[in-house]
């Protein structure tokens, strides 16, 4: 079975700090695709960044970028330069695209 | 363009009623799934779907059920609502063999069951 963990329930930083959150999971096959999603309190569910398994460079979207380590079963996501906008609960989810499974999410809160 | 469409937004149910919550999508995506959000535990597969006529279970089923008579719509019905079904559901699709084609999600539904 599939497996996501994020370890960190709810984390704080301020306007323009860096911030990381942390996903680990566990997977059996070898080609795989792992994400972050972004819900504001909106409650919609937006993608952020993917990685897909088979490529060893860290995936990049502006302000957003990912440590994936692949022996380590672990896929980071940092934050640089954080805003207010920031402010949501975050998901990890691993999958074949389609049938994801999803961590528990961090909850994070930039302040002004 | 409207993506994924769920209706209702808010829905509260007594004990044992039954409801359909209506799922639609126009983006020929062949893939399509229902999920249900809970404090501390994420999202969780409910049914999945690969193309009309074509459904499957997920990691929590029960009390639910589905089908996908079109390309466009997948309801997800709740046949005696349960207080443990009291969530909010989110519907989402997304193209198959696409590579990592990603999931487009509905704006989700909250259920209240009392």
């Known amino acids: 079975a599939q497996t996501v963990t994020q370890s960190q329930p709810e984390m704080s930083v301020q306007e323009a700090e860096t911030v990381t959150l942390s996903c680990t999971y566990d997977?059996?096959?070898?080609?795989?695709?792992l994400f972050w999603y972004k819900q504001p309190p909106s409650r919609q569910m937006i993608l952020v960044i993917r990685?897909?398994?088979?490529?060893?460079q860290n995936a990049t979207e502006n302000r957003f970028s990912v440590n994936f380590q692949k022996a380590a079963k672990s896929f980071s996501l940092k934050i640089s330069d954080s805003q207010l906008g920031d402010t949501a609960m975050y998901f990890c989810a691993l999958g074949g695209a389609q049938k994801l499974v999803f961590g528990q999410g961090t909850r994070l809160t930039i302040n002004p | 363009n409207a993506g994924v469409t769920q209706t209702p937004k808010f829905q509260v149910l007594k004990t044992g009623q039954s409801m359909t919550l209506q799922c639609a999508q126009d983006?020929?995506?062949?893939?399509m799934s229902w999920y249900r959000q809970d404090p501390g535990m994420g999202l969780r597969l409910i049914h999945y779907s690969v193309g009309a006529g074509i459904t499957d279970q997920g990691e929590v089923p029960n009390g639910y059920n589905v089908s996908r008579s079109t390309t466009e719509d997948f309801p997800l019905r709740l046949l005696s609502a349960a207080p443990s079904q009291t969530s909010v559901y989110f519907c989402?699709?997304?193209?198959?063999?696409?590579?990592?084609?990603?999931?487009?999600f509905g704006n989700g539904t909250r259920l209240t069951v009392t």
């Open positions: 997977t059996s096959e070898s080609n795989y695709y």
């Open positions: 983006m020929n995506h062949e893939y």
């Open positions: 989402a699709s997304s193209y198959i063999g696409r590579g990592s084609s990603p999931l487009h």
């Open positions: 990685q897909e398994a088979y490529k060893q």
